[in-house]
């Protein structure tokens, strides 16, 4: 069996970036590191998207789930790195390479724990869920729930980044794509022409003084926010632009819903489209849809799951998760509990392993 530094630096190698998305080589290493195991699966997504799960069956079928992605983000220029991006380096207690904290050092983990659990008689059966596309759409998770591989889970893991503090929340993400249509003219008689462009800071406008009104600070996640991260739009300096792309990022917390907030862009739509009349027009398309997350401190699972924790990292935190994972996609589906924790190194995977034996 290989070293957990081993598996991380072997699965660093392999070029999962999303976009383009490809994660058929870190499905293959991961089904062919479980080749003798009865119980593994890979589910096909389309061309070169796969995931692949992992089950271990226990005394029972009460079941815990890992989940943790297979692809990473981009690496953009590689000449901007101090180390290339798929030469995983070991240097000073650090190992840096494209995904090595996000999150293949919580798929390494998940490799080693689901490899010691083979060999150990457990009460609990445990699923060791690989997915695709994390990064961008989902659609590894996605087709995964549509199987209904997940409807039997009692208590999910999810071990992304978090420095062996206790993640319980997570903002919700929207990703929206506006499109808005006006009318051209000369430049020097913009009142002739429907200017695209400046409707969309209207818009923006409206929609921020929207949230504004109903924003709650989260104790753990701090505000919901809005940010306008393209904009594509305009001819030339001198013509009044009759079309622009704009794409928002919305993040919300746990106290407003994406259905709430999506009711409010349609009423900032009518008001716009008043405002600069009939020859204008705003459409929009729902790039990503994932709702806020928390958890239930009063769960079992999750208070059991607290006293693991503990004993590993007695100094642990409870954190507020600001970027999404893939339980935004399994909780507000499921209803059941999660809990999002990152391992670090080898020895709390190892006390991980034992205490799960034992309790959860």
Known sequence: MKDLVEILKDIVKINSMNPPGNENSMVDYI????????????????????SVIIKINGSTDETVSFIGHIDTVSASRSDGWKYKPL?????????YGRGTSDMKSGVACMIYLAKKLINVSTKKSYLFVFTADE??????I??????????DTDFFVVPEPTSLNLGIKEKGALWIKFILKGKSSHGAFPENGVNAIDMNYSLIYKIRKSLEEINEKDNLLGWSTISNNKIVGGVQSNI???LCESYL?????????????IKIIDWAIMDIKKEYGQESSIEYEILNDREAIEADLDNKYIKDFREIVEKINPEFQELGIKYYTDASDIIPRLKKPFIILGLVMKIYAIKLMKELKSKI
């Open 31 to 50: 089904y062919n590191y479980f080749k003798d195991h009865r119980g593994k699966l890979i589910i096909k997504h389309k061309e070169n998207r796969k």
């Open 87 to 95: 030469d995983p380096v070991e240097e000073n207690g650090y190992i």
């Open 135 to 140: 990064e961008q759409g989902g659609m590894g």
């Open 142 to 151: 996605k087709d995964i729930m549509d199987k209904g591989v997940l409807d």
């Open 240 to 242: 009044v632009p009759n």
């Open 249 to 261: 990022d919305i993040r919300l917390t746990p106290k407003i819903s994406n259905k709430e907030f």
